[in-house]
């Protein structure tokens, strides 16, 4: 990998530390040309290049599914995580007794969607994160009584500890338990082959580790399961044959009819260039950076006698580490003000570079760290 390349796609490299993939990431330059050309060429050509703006859109579509091993058919285009997770919560039938398991302490978009059905009489039960991880037996055992869902967050957002999705998505499948994942923390800094997980629904946002906009989001929505989900919102977009603009109400049957209406295609174009550059630099390759660069802070960490909370376990790594610090809100903000971008969670400072992170980030993090 081209680091010095890397570093070149994303400007915000030249002026900060970026440690925040996990909370808001940098767009890199080519999403931001996107989007701009975009925006130029409506202001200059109006709707003139509206179809060739709907073959941007589909392409977009398949790299997304490419992304994860899915078919495009069972990719949808979403504002946000939230959005994504209650359009399944919302789709499903439900009846009085139903019950949800849910992985907690998570992050709320994980959570509220389901505490939502409650005029539904759906019960939700907490599946507990023992330090961000969720163990199989634990998981095993919950699902002792009857549950007609089980969702979890693939990535834990306050420590950095993975799921093991395969060992979860086999205990749902076993169980005939459809299972949902929010896979925020895990899309295009981790590989994901959503067919291996055993999934039946997935949502992420984009504007963290896929470093595109804010306000868009995926989901994916298994073939198999499509018959499951109802179509909570429709419009004019959710139909067969949409430009036609009959008054035939006859669904798609592709994860597409979740969109009703006019989607955001600047921001779409944005996240096209984004996945473009990604997939470009390769997924494990992402992955095997990312670790590395952990491993460099950890270790100064460790020699500064700052304690690492996230676990180095192989299984268990994401691209989220945290320490703990005595005053960690004076450090997140001393940081912030020296041009080092972190988040604060948990009373923990929570650091994510990406790919492009390099050793001259790592020794101003540092510098700033030993000034404070």
């Not at 989007?35 to 859109?57: C, M, P």
């Not at 359009?87 to 019950?99: T, Y």
């Not at 899309?187 to 868009?216: D, N, Q, Y």
Request: proline share 5%.
């Amino acid at each position: 990998m081209d680091i010095a390349r890397a570093r070149e796609a994303f400007p915000a490299a030249a002026n900060m530390v970026c440690y925040n993939h996990a909370g808001i990431a940098p767009l890199p330059r080519a999403s931001v040309e996107a989007h701009r050309a975009f925006t130029e060429d409506r202001a200059a050509f109006g709707s003139k290049n509206y179809f060739a703006w709907l073959e941007a859109v589909a392409r977009t579509r398949e790299l997304a599914a490419r992304l994860i091993g899915a078919s495009p058919a069972e990719i949808a285009f979403t504002g946000n995580t939230s959005m994504g997770l209650s359009l399944v919560a919302a789709g499903l039938s439900w009846r009085h007794g139903d019950r949800v398991l849910v992985s907690a302490p998570d992050f709320p978009s994980v959570i509220y969607p389901w505490l939502n059905l409650a005029r539904h009489g759906v019960t939700v039960d907490y599946l507990e994160r023992v330090d961000g991880r969720i163990g199989l037996e634990a998981a095993a055992k919950a699902l002792e009584s009857p549950a007609k869902m089980l969702v979890a967050a693939s990535v834990d957002f306050a420590t950095g500890a993975a799921c093991d999705l395969a060992g979860l998505g086999a205990l749902c499948r076993e169980r005939d338990v459809l299972f949902c994942l929010d896979a925020v923390q895990s899309l295009g800094v981790l590989p994901l082959s959503i067919k291996e997980t055993g999934a039946h629904f997935a949502a992420a946002g984009t504007h963290k580790w896929l470093c595109g906009p804010m306000g868009l989001g995926l989901l994916y929505v298994a073939e198999e399961t499509a018959d499951l989900l109802h179509t909570p919102v429709a419009g004019w977009k959710s139909v067969v044959d949409e430009e036609n603009f009959s008054l035939h109400f006859d669904l798609k049957t592709e994860a597409a009819r979740l969109e009703p209406g006019t989607l955001d295609v600047g921001a779409i174009m944005a996240l096209r260039a984004s996945l473009e550059l990604l997939l470009d630099a390769g997924v494990p390759e992402i992955k095997e950076r990312v670790f590395a660069h952990i491993d460099a802070l950890a270790a100064a960490l460790a020699g500064r006698g700052l304690a690492v909370a996230s676990s180095m376990a192989p299984a268990e790594r994401s691209g989220i580490v945290c320490f703990e610090h005595p005053n960690p809100e004076g450090l997140f903000a001393h940081c912030l003000q020296h041009g080092v971008a972190l988040s604060l969670r948990s009373e923990r400072i929570r650091l994510s570079p990406h790919f492009y992170a390099d050793e001259s980030d790592l020794e101003r993090f540092i510098e700033v760290l030993d000034d404070f």
